[in-house]
């Protein structure tokens, strides 16, 4: 088994998420898919939202699943009705896929996107959103974890700043879920997106969204799936639920649906404290090596450990440590763009250790590294 630091990746499923998607695969095969659909129904209609929404701490009705972080998001930010001349507010850790999303908006619908700035630390400047805040902001979008390096930004204090103004505030929280505590109630976000594969160790395919009534009122959808609408003559239609699955569709993958509800209840289930030791023990160890250069901006940080070497490019330090048998993942410049251009980083070695990572596994990785930088 490898030493498995590519959390921010996607995480390794624990048995009993292998255990829902095999058996759930199977009754299908043997039984009929429609058959097992019925057999499921209560977890697949009620208990996996309910469940998800205890991982992030949101209503129930307020959970939409979808078959990605980006899948969610832009279900949701492609369909609010912006006004020209609207400002939008990103940080510079805005992940590169959002980004590409705010930039068609802003072409086709004349918005503003303006970029938060930051103090000399990395932190996000809250005193500048305090004063420059106002009703022609209409959204403001913050990564609760950034995909390219490891701050956590202050989410719920910007949620505090923004509560009295008109803006949605969305939080993009692919790299928090899992790893993080996450309370989409205390943060007061209008939307807050996960990935199922990453932290939380769902499987690949899922995403969900936690969309709140005001912002599901809000959002102009093109079409509503049969789960949830019906033709009711010729000419018309009725839409039967105002909860989040409105923008759902009704077709998905129900194995990986019964993945993503084992994760969430096995994520609940857990007593560890979570990524911290093993993440300052990596960062540790990489920052000892001569020539390594540590991307870690902000005063808070998460299980993300993003670095560059002075002589070998991450790409070659990901493969080597692959070969000695340890999983680490090459973070892009360009898919946190903002942030990697401005410290000058094309690409970076990415390591993300997670709680069930163990102090040997970082030894481990500590000791190919020296060896592979040496
Ligand atoms: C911060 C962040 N947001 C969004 C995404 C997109 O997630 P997905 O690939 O599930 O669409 C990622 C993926 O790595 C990410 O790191």
Redesign the pocket.
């Known amino acids: 088994m490898p030493v498995h630091f590519n959390n921010?990746?996607a995480g390794l499923m624990p048995a009993a998420v292998t255990q829902a998607v095999t058996d759930y695969l199977a009754e299908e095969a043997d039984g009929g898919s429609y058959e097992a659909e019925q057999r499921h129904a209560d977890t697949l209609e009620r208990e996996v939202y309910e469940t998800l929404g205890r991982v992030i701490d949101a209503p129930s009705d307020d959970i939409a699943l979808f078959?990605?972080?980006?899948?969610?998001?832009s279900s949701v930010v492609s369909h609010i009705p912006f006004a020209a001349g609207d400002r939008v507010w990103v940080t510079p850790?805005?992940?590169a896929?959002?980004l590409i999303l705010w930039t068609e908006l802003r072409r086709r619908l004349d918005l503003r996107v303006e970029v938060v700035p930051v103090l000399p630390d990395g932190d996000l400047d809250l005193d500048w959103m305090s004063t420059h805040i106002g009703d022609d902001v209409a959204f403001v979008s913050v990564?609760?974890?950034?995909?390219?390096c490891g701050i956590v930004t202050p989410v719920e204090e910007i949620g505090k700043i923004l509560a009295p103004w008109r803006c949605y505030y969305g939080v993009?929280?692919?790299?928090?879920v899992g790893q993080l505590p996450v309370s989409a109630t205390s943060i007061g976000c209008d939307l807050l997106?996960?990935?199922?594969?990453?932290f939380l160790r769902g499987p690949r395919g899922?995403?969900f969204a936690a969309i709140s009534p005001r912002l599901r009122e809000a959002v102009a959808l093109p079409f509503y799936d049969l789960h949830i609408a019906d033709m009711t003559g010729g000419d018309d239609y009725e839409v039967h639920s105002t909860g989040a699955r409105r923008l759902e569709y009704a077709e998905r993958s129900n194995s990986s649906v019964m993945g993503l509800q084992a994760a969430a209840r096995h994520h609940l289930a857990r007593t560890d404290d979570g990524p911290g030791m093993v993440r300052e023990a990596v960062r540790e160890a990489i920052a000892q090596l001569p020539g390594t250069r540590l991307i870690d901006p902000g005063s808070r940080h998460a299980s993300i450990v993003t670095f560059v070497h002075d002589r070998m490019p991450a790409r070659d330090v990901q493969g080597a440590l692959h070969t000695a048998g340890v999983n680490v993942w090459t973070a892009q410049g360009s898919?946190?763009p903002l942030y990697m251009n401005a410290v000058g980083v094309e690409a970076a070695v990415r390591v993300s250790p997670h709680y069930y990572n163990s102090m040997a596994e970082v030894e481990t990785f500590a000791r190919v590294l020296r060896d592979v930088l040496r």
């Open positions: 921010a990746g078959d990605s972080a980006t899948r969610a998001w850790y805005e992940y896929g959002n990564p609760h974890v950034p995909s390219g993009d929280g692919c790299q928090a997106t996960g990935a199922g594969r990453k899922t995403g898919h946190t």
